[in-house]
Structures are given as structure tokens and as C-alpha cells.
């Protein structure tokens, strides 16, 4: 048996906590009782159970680090040197929103005439081609459009494109990419992911990879929390698997200008978005799956995509009542008052990213949206609803501390959390998502001796500086798997 003792938390009743065989075993016990057990001395740090991050494409983000690494590029030059230096075909992470030109086909084919060149942009909704990868890929004629013949891939063009692109992995680079990325997540204090893979984009090899994963519960390898990312029920209820969804593509982003919206963006007012379910397939989709018992996660951006899946969750859960479905929904940034009540009426569980507020919400978002609110924690919350924090790994990195951060400093003063409040974002609330909160998501006898130890009070410190929070150490299953 191991005790921590000397250390602040969230709980400030909280003194001692002892575990063993991997489960907390007990809090506030005296040490001077237990002779033969090993103390631990935190030396005042903070102790909290380790974060949760509800929402990653933890697999496939893990692979793509094996692309060009274009977070960094200002501008086109920057693109093709970053491009031609790693001589690599396929480029990720780009962020066009304020260049004064946006890249396209032409930038490509100045890199390489004759190899395929591929770039993703960083919200993964959208990606250019050069001349020799528009041949290759073969693109099906119903897809075929203006923007297609310049290179240029969105909405359903792109999930053709990404497929075509992830279909060279095996399963060996899933297994280093895997490990190399659990790494990452344990210093960042994560010891459970909700990791939403496969799909139309990326193919079933991913799901079945992960499947394996999720069941290697008694280990010390990262919590895997599988949301298998398709549309074919039967393939879900033969692997007895209890969900289905993640980021099903409801609409695309605001980054794209493909996030579906009410009214048109601001800085492109011929533009409203575009719905990719037409109301009568997704309420048939959501339909069975809610009557095959399986939870439903959809991800949804802008005011009418939300609206759609408030119409549809509100009318499949008036016909079939159930107290204890927990579907969900990814992002819902934007968001009437109408849909946030239907989604607190229906005990819709929100899964959302407040990272994207750090890094957008003061310079792209005002510039798509003008003063619409982006992102309502606060109204959210005090509609009663879950809220549980994510990064979308990798549209940003897993860093929990920065998500909580964010939310405490939303850029919009009216819809700015407590820093309990966004804590609990990222560890009891996010259990509740996945119905593990008897497991994980706070520290409690019979959960899992997973823990993060922060280098300062999260209570205590200045708001500001949240950011600043260092990871001393990380524990799954009561072993030590990351320290500082
Ligand atoms: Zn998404
Ligand atoms: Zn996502």
C-alpha cells in the first residue's frame, strides 16, 4: 500500500489518500497506522485524479505527427519550405484564417512536379492537392466540382481525400504511434482519453486497433474510451461495442466556412455552411441506434447544425423516453437559446473544447462570426447541462491545464466558468460521459489509482496564469508513468 500525504486539492478536507492493487483504498487514514506502508510526501503540491480529455482522435493524430508539421507556417513561402525541407508528401496543420493569401494547387506543384503533394489544414476540414495527387487519387465523378479541379478538397470531397491518404498505415505504425503519443498524454497529467477513430475518413483498421486497446483494461497503458466513428449500426452491436458516433460530421467548421449557420458569415456573406445529414437520415440513424441501446455522439459547430440535432435528440427522446441515454454532442460553439434548452431538457451531454476559444475566439472567430457568442460555458452550466472538456487532439495538442485555463479566461467575460467548474470539465463531469463515473473522475475509495500531481494550487493561483501549471507527475492504475 502506498499513502500520499502533505498536499493540496480540490477537496480541501482531503489529508491522506492510500492506494493499492491499482484502486484508491482509502482516504484520510492515519499513516502512523499502517507501519509497513509506503509514504509518499507531495511537499504541498496539488493533488487531483487524473484528467480526462472526452474528446481526441487519439490513433489517427497519433499517425499524422508522421506527416509535415505545418503549425508553424505564416504564410505560403513558410508552407514550401517547410514542405520541400522535410521532403515528405503529405504536409498537416496548416492555419490559412489571417494570410493575406490563401494557398492553393499552384504552391503545390512549385514544390513537386512529379511526387503526389498533399496538404491538411489544421481543423481537418479541408486539404489542397497538387496537380500529380488530383491524377492519382482518382476522385469519383459525383464528388467532382470546381474547387475539386483546383485542388482544392472540402466536405465530402475531403473525407475521400483523407481516406485515400490514411489507408497506407499498418498496424505496426499504429502500435509506435500509439505508444509514442500515450507518452505525451501522461505528461500532460491524462490518464483517460474518449478516443473518436475511424470512420468515412479513416477507415475501419483504426476502430479495430482501438477496440483491443480499450479492452487492455489491467495494465498500466493509457484508459481508452473507444467512440467508433461510422454509421453502420450492425458493424458496432457485433463487436458489442456501446456507443457509436464521435466526430460524425454533422457540418464542417468555421476555420472551412463550412460550419452550417443560421445567418451568413460575416466575412463572407454569399456563405452559410452546408448540413451534410439531411434531417430524415439522421433522425432514421439516431432512431436505431437509440433503440439498440447505443449512445450517440455527433459533432456539431455552428447554430444550425446544433439546431438540427436539438430538433432531432427532442424528438427521438419525447417518442422513446429515457432518463439514462447520455447522448451527446462535440463542440457546440455556436448555439441558440432555444437549442441549448432543448439539449438541457433532454439531458444532452455537451462535449467541449475551450482550447479553441485561447487560440481563435479573439482573432478567426470574430472575423467569421462578427459579435455572435461563440462557446457559452456559462449559459451552458446554467442551464444544468454536462459539460465536459477536450482538445480534438490533434486540432490542438492534450493539455488539459491549458483547456481549464481557457475556459476560466473565455474571451467573452459573460461566459467565463469558475475554476472548479472547468476542473470538473476535465475529470468528473467528462466521467459521467462515458458512464465510468464509478471509476474515475475524482478521488474516491474503488476508483482508479490514477492521479496527476500539479506544481501549484489550481484554487490559489492567479487566474492568469493557470497556463503555467507545471506536471510534476502522473499515475495509472497506481504506477508512476510520467515524471517531470
Ligand atoms: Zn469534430
Ligand atoms: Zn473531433
Given amino acids: 500500500m502506498k499513502i500520499f500525504i502533505n498536499f493540496d486539492s480540490i477537496d480541501e478536507k482531503l489529508n491522506t489518500v492510500s492506494f493499492a492493487n491499482g484502486k484508491i483504498c482509502g482516504i484520510n487514514k492515519n499513516p502512523l497506522d499502517f507501519p509497513f506502508a509506503e509514504i509518499i510526501d507531495l511537499k504541498g503540491h496539488f493533488l487531483s485524479c487524473g484528467f480526462i480529455d472526452s474528446h481526441t482522435h487519439f490513433l489517427h493524430s497519433a499517425l499524422e505527427k508522421s506527416y509535415t508539421n505545418l503549425n508553424h507556417s505564416k504564410n505560403n513561402e513558410d508552407l514550401i519550405e517547410l514542405m520541400r525541407k522535410s521532403a515528405k508528401n503529405i504536409g498537416y496543420g ?152 464521435g466526430c460524425l460530421l454533422l457540418d464542417g467548421s468555421f476555420g472551412s466556412h463550412t460550419a452550417s449557420l443560421l445567418n451568413p458569415y460575416s466575412d463572407a456573406p454569399q456563405k452559410t455552411g452546408e448540413l451534410y445529414f439531411s434531417d430524415r437520415a439522421l433522425m432514421s440513424f439516431i432512431e436505431r441506434s437509440h433503440k439498440s441501446n447505443l449512445q450517440t455522439a455527433f459533432h456539431a459547430i455552428g447554430d444550425k447544425a446544433t439546431k438540427q440535432l436539438a430538433d432531432i435528440y427532442d424528438k427521438i427522446l419525447t417518442k422513446y423516453p429515457s432518463k439514462n441515454s447520455r447522448h451527446r ?112 473522475g475524482s478521488i474516491d475509495i474503488g476508483k482508479n489509482a490514477d492521479f496527476v500531481i500539479l506544481s501549484d494550487n489550481l484554487l490559489k493561483i492567479e487566474k492568469s496564469k493557470i497556463k503555467d501549471i507545471k506536471v510534476i507527475s502522473t499515475y495509472r492504475n497506481g504506477s508512476k508513468v510520467f515524471i517531470q
Fill in 94 to 245: 496548416y492555419d490559412s484564417s489571417c494570410w493575406s493569401k490563401e494557398p492553393n494547387k499552384n504552391i503545390l506543384n512549385e514544390i513537386s512536379k512529379t511526387e503526389p503533394i498533399f496538404i491538411i489544414r489544421k481543423d481537418y476540414h479541408s486539404g489542397i492537392a497538387n496537380d500529380i495527387a488530383i491524377k492519382k487519387i482518382n476522385i469519383p465523378k459525383e464528388l467532382q466540382n470546381k474547387e475539386t479541379e483546383n485542388g482544392i478538397f472540402k466536405g465530402r470531397a475531403f473525407i475521400y481525400l483523407s481516406r485515400t491518404i490514411s489507408s497506407q498505415f499498418t498496424d505496426s505504425d499504429r502500435e509506435d504511434a500509439f505508444l509514442r503519443e500515450e507518452k505525451v498524454a501522461f505528461s500532460k497529467g491524462v490518464t483517460t482519453v474518449h478516443a473518436l477513430e475511424g470512420g468515412d475518413g479513416w477507415g475501419y483498421d483504426d476502430i479495430e486497433f482501438m477496440i483491443k486497446k480499450e479492452q487492455d483494461k489491467n495494465n498500466n497503458h493509457l484508459n481508452i474510451i473507444l467512440y467508433p466513428q461510422t454509421v453502420n449500426i450492425n458493424w458496432v452491436k457485433e463487436r458489442n461495442l456501446k456507443r457509436i458516433g
Fill in 329 to 440: 454532442i462535440e463542440h457546440c460553439e455556436l448555439a441558440t437559446d432555444e437549442t441549448l434548452k432543448k439539449f438541457s431538457k433532454n439531458n444532452i451531454f455537451v462535449s467541449v473544447q475551450p482550447v479553441f476559444e485561447y487560440f481563435w475566439g479573439e482573432n478567426m472567430y470574430r472575423k467569421r462570426l462578427g459579435n455572435r457568442i461563440t462557446n457559452r460555458y456559462r449559459d451552458m452550466i446554467d442551464l444544468g447541462l454536462n459539460l465536459a472538456g477536450g482538445s480534438d487532439f490533434n486540432v490542438t495538442e492534450i493539455n488539459p491545464i491549458l483547456g481549464i485555463h481557457s475556459a476560466v479566461n473565455h474571451p467573452t467575460p459573460s461566459q467565463r466558468i469558475s475554476v472548479k467548474q472547468a476542473y470538473y470539465m476535465f475529470t468528473k463531469n467528462a466521467s459521467f460521459l462515458s458512464y465510468d463515473e464509478n471509476n474515475i
